[in-house]
Structures are given as C-alpha cells and as structure tokens.
C-alpha cells in the first residue's frame, strides 16, 4: 500500500489496491438486484426482456413479480415501443437486452418512442423507459465482435434528454438501477459480461450526475467509468512509485455530465486522460472533451478501443489488445503530462 | 363504457360532419404547403366514426386517466386526427392553419407532448403497434376500462417492427386493444401489390391469432359495428381492415398514389377539391334524404 489519497468519504473496500484478492461479481447482478429493489419500492416497475432474462439478470425480478414482467421474445425494436406505451399509462419500464441489440438494433425505436415522445413532457407525465444493455464492452470475450457493443455510449448521449450511466461494479449497478427508477424520464445504463472487481461498498454513496474523486492527486486527472476504473486506480498505484500524483475520478454518469467536478480536478492538474470500455469516438471521453474545449481547453489522452471492431478472446487479453490495460493508461497518462509541459 | 349502436340519423349527421372534416384536411394542406393528402381524405371517415361515436373521450378534458387511447401509428396521416380533433372540440378551427409552421403544435408527425390529446409521438413507420400494445397491457395491469386504438397504414405492414409487435399482441391475447388499418392500396412509390405484396393480409393476423374483419371504411356504420364487436371479442385482439379509397371525396386525388405525400398546390386545385367536396356532400344528402 503506497500513499495515496483516497477519500474516505467514499466507504470503499479496506483493502482497495490488492489486485490479487479483491472479490469480482458480474455488474449486471446489480442490476438484477436493483430490479428487485426498486420494484419493491415502486409496483409501477415493470420489466421486459427479449430472450436474454437470466443473462441480463432479469429473471429476479421474474421470479419476485411476475405479473410484472413481459417477455417480448427476440424482438427488440417492439420491447422498445411497449415499453413507450406502458410508460405512458404511468409505468416505469425496464428493457433488458444485450447493448448490441438493444440500444442497437432497435435505436430509432428509442429515439422516436421514448426519448422523443418524451421531449417537452410536462413534470409526471414523462416517459420513464430505462434501457439496460448488458455484454457491452471487449470483455464479453469469446462471443467476439458482433457482440461486443462499443458505440452504445455514444447512441444513447446524443439522444436529447437521454440519461447515460456506465456503473463501475456490482454495488454501484444496483444502486445506478434503483437511482434510474426514481428519475424521472429516459435512461440508458450500461454493463459488461465479465465479472469486474469489487471496490465499492453498500455504503459508498451514489448520485447519478455527480463524479466521485476516489484519489486527489495533484499531476494528472483520470476520469474512467465502467471496468476502467478500477484499472484506472491500479494506474494510478503504479505511478504514484514513480512521484506521478494522480487524481483518480468515478465519472459513472456520461449524461448529464458533472463537469464541475471534472473542470475543478483539471484546474489543479492541468491534464486528463479518459478510459472506458467504448470507442474513443463519442463516449465518456468525447463528452469531457466537448466540455473542457468549452470551458477549459485542457489537453487529454483518450483510452478505449480506437474506432475499430473487437474480436474474440479472454477478456483480460483483450483489454491487453485493445489498449485498455493498465499499462495503456500509465502510458497515456505520461504523453498527457508530456504535452502539459 | 360500451359504445352504443349507431342509428341512421347519427350516421348522416357524421357523414356530413366528416366532410366538412375533408374540407378543413384541403385547406390546412394548402396553406402549410405540404403534407400527405390521399391517407387523410381516405380516413375521415374512420377518424369521424372514432371521435364521434366509438371513443369514450373527454376534447375539453384530453387528460381525463379513464379516457381511451388512440396510437395514430401512420403519424404523416395527422392532418385527419388533427382537423378531426378541432371538429371534435379539442381546440380551435382556427389553429388547424398553423399545421407544420414555427412554433406549433400542430407538428408535422404526431408529437405528444406538443398537442394535448395526440397519445404517442410518431412518423417513422411500424412502431406505434408496439406502443399501443404497451398502453392495452398497462390497462390490463392495472384493471383498467379504457381501450386502446391504433391507427396503421397498409405501406406501413413492411415494416419488420409490425410483426414483431403482431406476434407479441397475439400472444398476450390482447382483446383491450382495436387496430384498424387503412387498406388504401397505395404508397409512395406506387400500388402496395406492386411495392411489396401484403396479401393475404387477413389471413396473416389470424395465423397471429387475431380477430380480423374487413369493412367499408367509408361505411360509418360498419366502422361502428367493427369496433362494438372488437369490444366483445374475448381472448383476441381485433384487427379491422377498413378498406378506403385514398384521396376520398375530391376525384382528382382519388386512388392516385401521386397524391399521397403532397398538398394541393394551387388556388386552383383547392377550389377544385373544395368543389368536388361540396358535390360529395350533395351526394350523401340525395342518398339519404
């Protein structure tokens, strides 16, 4: 254990930099946990699914309340639309899926039947469809590329009054799940397939909008969302035995960004480098990079797989391939601060 | 609430109703200088039958929880909900002359929330089967009253999402919910039968398992009929394929698919759709009287 900064505030695990024995669990068990929860909180909470209910960890919630689950069969674009139409009559609908399907192939469904129908609604009368995609990312592994959703991010932000979460592990997913539920209006959350370390705590807080500082650091930003951070925070291990001081961000919620908290980290550092588990074409990183061009032009690295199509593999190995690994961000951490000087 | 049988004296009166309906479909056209003629004149009177006879609604109260929904799926044939809803008593006449202009509500596809009263945003093609169906479930959820009714265009069934939704609909059995498609026979690019063949299309939703009947949908009484046996029907949903001539009522536009994606476009067609309208009218009275 080095000298670190970590902020207490967060509740995170004791233990948190011991790579080699810290838990792992699939994010999407949070979500599957957080259906339970937030349809125990709320009986307008009702979920879809096209074919994939275990798989998405929809089948809890199955289990707890199934006159409240609908299976669509593979259909996605259609989930989509009764979702709308549940929504409308006053339902919280959750769609489950795959990200490759569902926000893919059924996007103009979303676009026009709920982030549309949606627009200008007047308070209460909104539609609150959620759309979950699982097995989002390169690490979904051997099913390779057609499965590997890595625009998803990028589909669901530029959809008006969308909002994006990519929660980092198991807690954060339930807690990202039960958040979404009670916000009013569309939302897009984000999970991958493979089981990601458990950093969090039950106790960590979470707020969709607000980016959590895990480390304060004075040299260099990291803002990650998703599997990344923890990789993120592995990085920032590793250099801080090399004098770099490196502030480590949770930035979970792409949409609405926190912007604040990244324009006062980057006011500090005078350098950012993003990572998540997505294209550097519009994703997380996009949306920081549209922001601080505005506000405070801050030069940036970008990690994530480089406008290219994913493949089949492990998913450690490819997160090596695809520049995603721990030592692709201490790398594009030292070209950031390169370019600060 | 159950709708009542229509009687005679109702159906001339919506019959004259639907064609000052058609009148107001020709100017608004005119005067937003474009926008679909051929499904709007082709639906009035299943618009009419609808909003004068067959939804329990409330035009001075669109919001009322217990009213039924109507999914307007084929959102470029608006013009004929939106000059009906106006008839209906939903806002003023006069506002049907901002169709498609800055800051209207009268949108150029079906927006939610821009017009109390239009139930779901639409335009692009297929989706709304899939909504309508999301509003019948909620109000089965629920043990709701209300019905659910959905508008859709013939073009429109190539649309992959419309069987998704069909087979979904025939296996939750959905008898809350009504659909009616416009079987005009054409679409942009021509005669749905040389576009993309449909037939047999009743027998394609009742392999479904849906509860189909074909109509004169410019029969105001058969429309009535159609949709108080699909209020009956256990167990399955209704799907009423209202046969129409589109372009109804002014006999240029009539059954030419050229006119199903423009206006009138001069003075001079107006009047002339005007004037054919005003001799429809004649022809329903001398029917009748």
Redesign the interface.
């Known amino acids: 254990m080095n000298n670190m900064k970590i902020n207490k505030s967060l509740n995170l695990i004791s233990d948190l930099l011991n790579a080699d024995k810290i838990e792992k669990a699939k994010t999407r068990d949070g979500y599957g946990k957080g259906l339970v929860e937030a349809g125990e909180k709320n009986e307008d909470v009702?979920v879809l699914c096209a074919d994939l209910t275990e798989s998405t960890r929809s089948h809890w919630f199955r289990e707890k309340f199934p006159?409240?689950f609908?299976e669509?069969?593979i259909?996605e674009?259609?989930?989509?639309?009764?979702?709308?139409?549940?929504?409308?009559?006053?339902?919280v609908?959750f769609i489950s899926s795959y990200a490759a399907f569902s926000p893919g192939r059924n996007n103009?469904?979303i676009r026009?039947?709920i982030s549309?129908?949606?627009?200008?609604?007047?308070k209460g009368?909104e539609i609150n469809v959620k759309v979950a995609g699982a097995h989002a990312g390169v690490s979904v592994g051997r099913d390779g590329a057609t499965h590997q959703a890595l625009e998803d991010v990028a589909l669901m932000r530029v959809q008006p009054g969308m909002t994006v979460v990519v929660p980092a592990d198991v807690h954060e997913a339930q807690k990202a799940t039960v958040a979404l539920a009670e916000r009013p209006g569309p939302a897009y959350i984000r999970f991958g397939r493979a089981a990601y370390p458990i950093f969090t705590t039950e106790k960590t807080p979470f707020e969709i909008g607000k980016a959590y500082v895990i480390t304060k650091g004075k040299d260099v930003t990291i803002a990650a969302n998703g599997p990344l951070v923890y990789k993120a925070l592995q990085a920032a291990s590793e250099l801080e035995e090399e004098g770099i001081d490196c502030e480590v961000i949770n930035n979970h919620t792409v949409k609405p960004l926190d912007g604040e908290t990244i324009l006062k980290s980057v006011k500090k550092t005078g350098a950012i480098v993003t990572a998540e588990e997505h294209n550097i074409l519009g994703g997380m990183g996009s949306a920081v990079a549209e922001y601080l061009s505005q506000n405070h032009p801050t030069p940036q690295e970008f990690i994530g797989t480089r406008d290219r199509f994913g493949e089949s593999g492990d998913p450690e190995e490819l997160f090596e391939k695809f520049e995603m690994g721990v030592s692709h961000i201490k790398e594009a951490v030292k070209r950031v601060l390169d370019r600060k000087k | 609430m159950p709708i009542h049988a229509i009687h005679d004296q109702k159906v001339k009166t919506l019959e004259k109703e639907a064609n000052e309906i058609r009148k107001s479909i020709m100017e608004m056209l005119f005067e937003a200088g474009s926008g679909h003629s051929a499904g709007p004149l082709g639906m009035t009177d299943v618009f009419t039958a609808l909003y004068f006879h067959v939804l329990d609604h409330k035009p001075e109260d669109p919001?009322w929880e217990e009213r039924d929904?109507l999914?307007l799926s084929n959102g470029h044939i608006n013009p004929v909900q939106y000059a009906t809803m106006a008839h209906a008593g939903y806002f003023p006449k006069e506002e049907l002359k901002t169709l498609r202009k800055m800051g209207t509500r009268l949108q150029g596809h079906p927006?939610?929330?821009?017009l109390p009263g239009v139930?779901?945003?639409?335009?692009?093609l297929?989706?709304?089967?899939?909504?309508?169906?999301?509003?019948?479930?909620?109000?089965r959820?629920?043990k709701k009253k209300w019905r659910?009714y959905c508008i859709m265009g013939d073009g429109e069934q190539n649309e992959?999402?419309v069987w998704?939704?069909a087979?979904?609909i025939g296996?939750e059995k959905l008898n809350e919910l009504t659909v009616i498609i416009d079987r005009n026979n054409i679409q942009i690019d021509g005669f749905t039968s040389d576009v993309m063949p449909l037939e047999p299309l009743r027998e394609k939703y009742e392999a479904f398992g849906w509860h189909v009947v074909d109509i004169d949908g410019h029969n105001i009484t058969e429309i009535v009929d159609a949709c108080r046996k699909a209020d009956s029907i256990q167990e399955k949903p209704t799907m009423i394929i209202a046969n129409t001539i589109p372009g109804y009522g002014v006999e240029f536009m009539e059954d030419k698919f050229e006119w199903h994606g423009k206006p009138p476009g001069s003075k001079e067609e107006l009047s002339k759709a005007l004037h054919d309208l005003r001799t429809l009218g004649g022809r329903i009275n001398s029917e009748h009287e």
Not at chain 1, 116 to 122: A, D, H, L, R, T
Not at chain 2, 119 to 124: D, H, K, L, R, V
């Open positions: 009702v006159e409240r609908i669509v069969g259909a674009q259609n989930m989509a639309a009764t979702a709308s139409g549940l929504a409308s009559a006053g339902k609908a103009e469904q026009t039947t549309y129908n949606n627009w200008g609604s007047e009368r | 919001f929904r999914v927006h939610r929330t821009a139930e779901a945003t639409s335009g692009p297929g989706s709304g089967l899939g909504v309508a169906a999301g509003m019948a479930i909620a109000a959820m629920d659910t992959g999402v998704e939704a087979m979904f296996k």
